[in-house]
């Protein structure tokens, strides 16, 4: 499956053209004090959840085939606030779970700094203090998301995920130019794109928050 992909306009989507939706999880108590949060599983806080569900009236008119989700609390959460419009069900997957942050879980990141001299370079590898390996995220989410795209051709799948895990498949995607240490993504934007087998992979969008352009306070 061809993985580099276009920046293109959004325009008509062709019949077989297979339509991926990539949503950040909404908010935590952990994400407000910038505390790592890794496989740690912490649900949404009350912002989260509200976020989750504006989110959630923005796409009710929306096609969504299938609705896929991180295994999560976070993930799982604001996906079943979605996915009840639609009367559809989550299907919580593991591939889609959060980049394993080892002894860094649960630690601020003035802690981490203060502890951990080399953080800067082991947040972008890993490898390093239980982290997962950055090269490791990227092949179970590539290969979760291409397994994906084979079973629901010519459909509109949404995953929801976590803020690395996005960005891991748009390292790949891009070819560096997003993705893990270029591209920020706030809680429940949506970065979407299509597969087409002939054109292969276009981004259609990134970080998008229309259903939040109101309320800035609730960016995270």
């Known amino acids: 499956m061809g993985r580099m992909v276009t920046l293109v306009e959004t325009g008509e989507m062709k019949p077989m053209m297979t339509y991926v939706c990539f949503i950040r999880h909404g908010e935590t108590d952990w994400n407000k004090e910038i505390r790592f949060q890794g496989q740690t599983d912490i649900p949404l806080s009350e912002t989260g959840v509200e976020q989750a569900k504006f989110l959630a009236e923005y796409l009710k008119d929306h096609t969504i085939s299938a609705i896929y989700s991180s295994d999560l609390k976070r993930a799982r959460q604001t996906a079943e606030l979605i996915a009840a419009k639609h ?18 879980e649960g630690l601020t990141l003035s802690e981490i700094k203060e502890k951990y001299p080399d953080w800067e370079q082991i947040r972008f590898t890993g490898g390093a203090y239980g982290i997962e390996p950055v090269e490791q995220l990227k092949k179970r989410m590539l290969g979760g998301v291409e397994a994906l795209v084979e079973k629901h051709q010519g459909e509109h799948i949404y995953i929801v995920a976590h803020g690395m895990c996005i960005n891991a498949v748009l390292h790949v995607l891009t070819g560096g130019e997003y993705g893990i240490g270029k591209t920020r993504l706030h809680n429940t934007s949506m970065t979407r794109l299509s597969y087409e087998k002939e054109a292969g992979w276009k981004l259609l969008g990134i970080n998008e928050t229309p259903h939040l352009n109101a309320k800035k306070e609730m960016y995270s």
């Not at 559809?88 to 394993?100: D, G, I, K, N, Y």
């Open 87 to 104: 009367g559809l069900a989550v299907r919580a997957t593991p591939e889609f779970r959060e980049r394993s942050a080892g002894e860094w």
